[in-house]
């Protein structure tokens, strides 16, 4: 049952998911599964993944369309990715004791969604009634884990890496319109590394709206930059004088279009290799094993050029699954590690639901 509705602000660029809570009926056939129900409920692989939406009445609602040629093929190449998906097992490895506390987090997120394993597979969904517009892909449960959190996912119990691209937005934008973005950090040119992070929110929010912002969107915390909103607009236009004239005109759709376009290669190049590339936007989560002798990069750099014909930087963490000590704070990012991947295996019962859930997987593969 619903317990809160979603919505969407345009105007401030924000909004909450729908929540939902299972009804008692619910809990108790999910009781009787006799394994993790993830492992035991099996994705269907036949369901509508391609996904059009459209503003009406102030809501985006999901809208019938006709297939063509775009959507047919969109629909085959997410099967085989999904289908590569299901073949395998990712997980979050972390405390017992931690998985409610992550979860209650979650929960009062207006942006994710409880971590839910059952959700392996990927929808893509269009905006604006057109499959040129957005495009990204979505419902994965990897995607609701917070960034401090995401070096404990493991695939079929081993260690993975995550690459992503440097600066992508910038990047897209002066290639689709034929400029130069240069040598200098995107963001860091406007008022230098410190600031970047909140250049970065200024930037991608002017790109988005389709009207100029004469108030600064909710979010952007401006006190430590020394700037009023004025000034950090006029800083990033002055900054980006080759793409000012694109800022403000509602492009942010087409941004995410065309980095679906590259999020798909990737993904679809390592699916036939039966080998999952988990997508968070700009970013991959792999067997780090794709990081060892560089593949991932290397597709990651090569679907880029595939679409633009230039090259672009790829920045990557290995990430070496641990076993922390009693001291493990998560909150405050304290990791103690044992960095061999046999202390990690042979870690104590502190990991007992993922060590069941990998047991149960193995046994039936």
């Known amino acids: 049952m619903v317990t ?59 809208i019938d369309y006709e297939d063509y040629a775009f959507t047919d093929i969109a629909r ?4 085989t990715i999904n289908h590569c998906f299901t073949r395998q097992w990712a997980d979050l490895c972390i405390l017992d004791k931690d998985v409610l506390a992550l979860q209650d987090r979650l929960f009062d997120d207006t942006e994710k969604q409880p971590i839910d394993l059952t959700k392996r597979t990927l929808v893509r969904i269009f905006s604006n009634n057109s499959f040129k517009e957005g495009g ?21 119990g081993k260690p993975t890496v995550e690459h992503d691209y440097s600066q992508l937005n910038p990047n897209i934008i002066y290639s689709v319109y034929n400029k130069e973005l240069g040598s200098e950090d995107a963001y860091s040119r406007v008022a230098g590394p410190v600031h970047r992070d909140v250049v970065k929110q200024a930037f991608n929010a002017m790109f988005q709206h389709d009207r100029m912002l004469d108030r600064k969107p909710d979010g952007i915390e401006l006190d430590a930059i020394g700037m009023s909103w004025r000034e950090l607009k ?21 941004l995410q279009f065309e980095d679906s376009i590259i999020a798909e290669n990737i993904m ?35 679907a880029f050029h595939d679409r633009f014909h230039r090259d672009i930087k790829v920045k990557g963490d290995m990430v070496v699954q641990v076993k922390p000590s009693k001291d493990y704070a998560i909150g405050h990012k304290k990791f103690f590690a044992d960095i061999s991947v046999d202390g990690f295996i042979n870690a104590d019962s502190e990991y ?6 990998d047991r149960m997987w193995m046994s039936r593969k």
Do not use: C
Not at 140 to 152: A, K, L
């Open 4 to 62: 809160k509705d979603g919505y969407y602000d345009r105007t401030k660029m924000q909004g909450g998911l729908t929540r939902y809570r299972a009804r008692e009926e619910l809990l108790e056939m999910l009781k009787k599964i006799p394994e993790h129900p993830a492992i035991h409920l099996k994705p269907n692989l036949d369901a509508e993944t391609i996904i059009l939406r459209d503003e009406i009445d102030g809501k985006k609602v999901s």
């Open 76 to 79: 085959n190449n997410l099967k």
């Open 136 to 156: 990204r892909f979505y419902r994965g449960w990897w995607q609701n884990v917070p960034s401090e959190y995401r070096p404990h996912i493991t695939i079929d």
């Open 234 to 254: 006029e800083a990033i236009l002055d900054a980006h004088k080759p793409i000012k004239d694109y800022f403000f005109k509602g492009l942010g759709n087409r």
């Open 268 to 302: 679809l190049q390592f699916a036939k290799m039966d080998a999952p590339a988990l997508p968070i936007h700009d970013s991959f989560i792999m067997h780090h094993g794709f990081s060892t002798y560089g593949e991932l990069e290397e597709a990651m750099r090569r």
């Open 352 to 357: 007992s639901q993922w060590r069941d859930r």
